[in-house]
């Protein structure tokens, strides 16, 4: 349920879980995110956060009066259902959490254009070329694999590809044996930042399996990422405001 508050500005947050080991890099990957927003945004004061490092929250929600939080995750999970709203809570911050960037209208068109664009790229005629989604999984929260295999289903109906299949890096199908024996085929990572998961796991889950097809960026690098965020906060700035 959406919770009632007063908007007296256009203010926003948008929230990613970031790299314990490194937060440092992400943090400002985040910062980096906000800016491109604000571009398409000039009237809003939008800031950038995640939760791995600390203080960066709170740091985000400093002097932002009733902001729209925009969850940076692929599904709606443990961090966006618990963590979040308690680390807001604690903060005592007067808020509305919209639904995760994975959940947004836009994102099947999206990845369908990156998945076409990297074919085009790599001279991949797609109707001979397989696509295989990397994602995060969860061995707690079937989210991930939920909203995995939706699009997993969306993109077959949508697009040439021979076939679509979905790996994981914490729960079966576990990303290497779903690249084994695919043939010809490219990786599309489901993941909103470049960290290690996109770094290293999905590159070593490849390098097992012998795919030696291309490994396209992250989702959450595309140039249309600003553009789908500040469509976001937009429609809910207009639902609330009417």
Known sequence: MERAIRMTMHNAVIVAHGSPGTPQPQDAAMAVLAASVSDV???WTIRGATLASPGSLESALHGVDSPLIYPFFMSQGYFTSDILPRRLSSAGCNYLQLPPFGADPAIPALVAEAAMTGARTANLIP????LLLAAHGSEVSPASRIATLALVEQLLAALPFKAVV?????????????????????????FTLTASHVLD???DAMLRAGFTGPILPAIGSHLAVPRVIAAGLERYATRIAA
């Open 41 to 43: 945004l000039p009237n």
């Open 127 to 130: 109707e001979e070329t397989s």
């Open 166 to 190: 979905a790996g994981f890096i914490e729960e079966p199908p576990y990303l290497g044996e779903s690249a084994r024996d695919l043939g010809r085929a490219l990786c599309l990572p489901l």
């Open 201 to 203: 796991d999905v590159p």
